[in-house]
C-alpha cells in the first residue's frame, strides 16, 4: 500500500539551530513530493515541492528539502529555526496519475522553536 | 497560485443538524477535492468534487452523509448532515490543476466544525 510516514510526532529546536523534519515514503514509480505548513486556525500552505533535478530544493521562508531517491526520503531542513517557524508540518507524496495521482499526507509533525 | 474562500471559517452546531461549506476559487481549476482533519490527526480525503456529476467518494464516505456540489469550476459545497459530535473537525477545501501535473495542490483556511 502507498504510504507516507513523519517518524516524529513532534520536534523541538532552540532558535537559531538547525532543524530537520523528517519524510519517508512509500510509493512506486516518481512520484512528486511535497511539504506543507499549517499554522494553528489556518489552512495549509505550500512550502516546497520536488518534481526532478536537483535532489535539494528550495522553498518559502527558508526552507529547503532534499530527496534521496535510495532512501526514499524527502526530510525538510532549515538552518536556522526561528520562533515563528513553530506550526504543523505535513509531508504529501503525489503518486502517478495512472495510480491515482491523489494526494497523500503523512501524519505530521508539530515543530515547536523556543527561544 | 489560486485563491481559496472557504466559509464559513468556524461554527457550532446542533447534533442532528446540518451545515453547508462553501469554497469558493478565484480561477477555473480541474479539480477540487474535500478533505477533513480530525483533532490532532493528518488529513483524510473525502471526496473528489467533480463538476457536473457526482462526486466521487473515498472508502468510509457515503453521498448520504456528506453530500457535495459543484456546479462550476470555481465553486463546491459540502454539507455535513445529521451531525454528530465525532464530526467535529476540520473541513478543508483543495483543488489542484492535474491540466498541469507538476502544481501543487492550494488549500482554503478550513472549517472548523464542532458539533454539541
Known amino acids: 500500500a502507498q504510504s507516507v510516514a513523519q517518524p516524529e510526532d513532534q520536534v523541538n529546536v532552540a532558535e537559531g539551530n538547525p532543524l530537520t523534519v523528517k519524510c519517508t515514503y512509500s510509493v512506486s514509480g516518481n512520484p512528486y513530493l511535497f511539504w506543507y505548513v499549517q499554522y494553528p486556525n489556518r489552512g495549509l500552505q505550500f512550502l516546497l515541492k520536488?518534481?526532478?533535478?536537483?535532489?535539494l530544493v528550495k522553498g518559502s521562508y527558508g526552507f529547503e528539502a532534499e530527496f534521496n531517491k535510495s532512501q526514499t526520503s524527502f526530510h525538510l531542513k532549515k538552518p536556522s529555526a526561528l520562533v515563528s517557524d513553530s506550526a504543523l508540518y505535513f509531508c504529501a507524496v503525489r503518486p502517478n496519475y495512472n495510480q491515482g495521482g491523489k494526494l497523500i499526507f503523512g501524519q505530521g509533525t508539530e515543530l515547536s522553536v523556543k527561544p | 497560485s489560486a485563491v481559496i474562500s472557504q466559509k464559513p471559517s468556524r461554527d457550532i452546531c446542533q447534533r442532528g443538524t446540518s451545515l453547508t461549506i462553501q469554497c469558493q476559487v478565484d480561477s477555473q481549476v480541474t479539480m477540487m477535492f474535500w478533505y477533513r482533519q480530525q483533532p490532532g490527526q493528518s488529513l483524510t480525503l473525502i471526496a473528489t468534487a467533480n463538476q457536473g456529476s457526482e462526486a466521487t467518494y473515498e472508502s468510509g464516505f457515503v453521498i448520504d452523509k456528506f453530500p457535495i456540489s459543484r456546479p462550476n469550476l470555481t465553486f463546491s459545497t459540502l454539507t455535513v448532515s445529521n451531525m454528530s459530535p465525532e464530526d467535529s473537525s476540520i473541513y478543508l477545501c483543495s483543488v489542484e490543476d492535474w491540466a498541469r501535473r507538476n502544481t501543487e495542490a492550494f488549500f482554503g483556511q478550513g472549517t472548523r466544525l464542532t458539533v454539541v
Open positions: 520536488y518534481i526532478t533535478g536537483d535532489n
